[in-house]
């Protein structure tokens, strides 16, 4: 099977200047942990649930601070202020995708490399699609009981 066989088409997507407000509400509504950003047709960046909760936490030179104590607490009551930033605040830039002739298999090696739930399909800088690591596991399963297949003793 392939990318293009699997993925999806219709996929939600953002712009560097949308409020992670919208951003989250988004992630939220659609259960999705990520977004591809564009601007126009061209991906720009992508937008996981991994990159809002990262901005809480301390900085690594703040976590080694012995003696110093981290209000964990205090760090929640971050996450107003960043829902009012724009998504180009926050966004991972340098994206990495698969393109949509690539077996599954092969993608998904590309994803759990990275430790990525989901991946953007990609030709270019354009964006095809999205592929989720439930994308694959669905479609194998599917395509071992179309086929009959019988677990092995």
Known sequence: ?????????NVYTVKPDTPMREVVSA???????????????????????????H???????????????????EMENEYASI?????????????IGVAADMPILKATSVMVRNRFRRIP????????GMMSLGDVHKAIFKKCIDSNCSARS
Not at 28 to 48: D, M
């Open 83 to 95: 829902l009012g930033m724009e998504v180009s605040k926050l966004m991972t830039t340098g994206v």
């Open 121 to 128: 399909v990609i030709d270019g800088d354009k964006l095809l």
């Open 27 to 53: 992630m939220t509504l659609y259960r999705v942990s990520g977004l591809p950003v564009l601007e126009g047709e061209k991906l720009v960046g992508f937008i996981a649930e991994k990159d809002v909760l």
């Open 55 to 73: 901005k809480m936490f301390p900085s690594l030179e703040d976590s080694f601070n012995i003696g110093q104590s981290i209000d964990f607490e």
């Open 1 to 9: 099977m392939l990318v293009k066989d699997i993925m999806t088409c």
